[in-house]
């Protein structure tokens, strides 16, 4: 089954305590990225992945770090977890093109306090 | 740069009503433009989308059509079911890796 796979699901953190947030794809696509959800903003892109070793920021990357050394593996790091990045995270991919459609995790609801 | 506003939430329909959800954009090129829907506990998926003006993308008896000169896409569905609740995303892309952006979101709840 074609699918993008996160964990973890959920996630309660303190302040400061380094975390990884892994996602997976299986579909052989290229293009993979993060967004993370809020109330009355929608989602909003944090860093996104053409290819392997292809990285860069999307809209709001601050506090994140991210890393592509396989095609199918696209982790989120948060070096030092405040507060303001308590949230639901998506991670999605897609193939690429005009038009394509991304296929999304199931979300991460990370508490940081 | 490129933005997307769609109607405030939570909408509350009961069973078999019409459901119109507004979606406008604003973007420098000639976007794509989707809706995807979440329903609870789950990601999003696409639920249709439309490539260039005129365009109807349609799906589960959803339907929005790609209004260049008012820069809007609407989703309509004549005959909501109470499985229809979910939140529901406009979004644009314009380039060709994908980059979505995303309006707010807009709740729908359906009662019996």
């Known amino acids: 089954e074609a699918q993008v796979t996160q964990n973890p699901r959920y996630l309660i953190t303190v302040t400061g305590k380094k975390l990884t947030v892994t996602c997976s794809q299986n579909?052989?696509?290229?293009?993979m990225s993060w967004y993370r959800q809020d109330p009355g903003l929608g989602l909003r892109q944090i860093y996104y992945?053409?290819?392997?070793?292809?990285?860069d920021k999307g809209d709001v990357p601050e506090g994140y770090k991210v890393s592509r050394k396989e095609k199918r593996n696209f982790p989120l790091i948060l070096e030092s977890p405040s507060p303001n990045q308590t949230s639901l995270y998506f991670c999605?991919?897609?193939?690429?093109?005009?038009?394509?459609?991304?296929?999304f995790g199931q979300g991460t609801r990370l508490t940081v306090v | 740069g490129n933005s997307v506003t769609q109607m405030e939430g939570p909408v509350t329909l009961s069973e078999e009503a019409f459901l119109t959800i507004n979606c406008t954009y604003t973007?420098?090129?000639?976007?794509?433009l989707f809706w995807y829907v979440q329903y609870p506990g789950e990601g999003l998926q696409l639920l249709l989308k439309?490539?260039?003006?005129?365009d109807k993308g349609s799906n589960k008896g959803f339907e929005a059509t790609y209004r260049k000169e008012t820069t809007s896409f609407h989703l309509e569905k004549g005959s909501v079911q109470v499985s229809d609740s979910a939140v529901y995303f406009c979004?644009?892309?314009?380039?060709?890796?994908?980059?979505?952006?995303f309006g707010a979101g807009t709740q729908v709840v359906v009662t019996p």
């Open positions: 973007a420098t090129g000639y976007p794509s």
């Open positions: 979004a644009l892309s314009e380039n060709s890796w994908g980059k979505l952006q």
């Open positions: 999605a991919s897609s193939l690429g093109g005009f038009g394509t459609e991304a296929f």
């Open positions: 992945s053409m290819n392997v070793e292809v990285t």
């Open positions: 439309a490539t260039k003006a005129d």
């Open positions: 579909m052989n696509h290229e293009y």
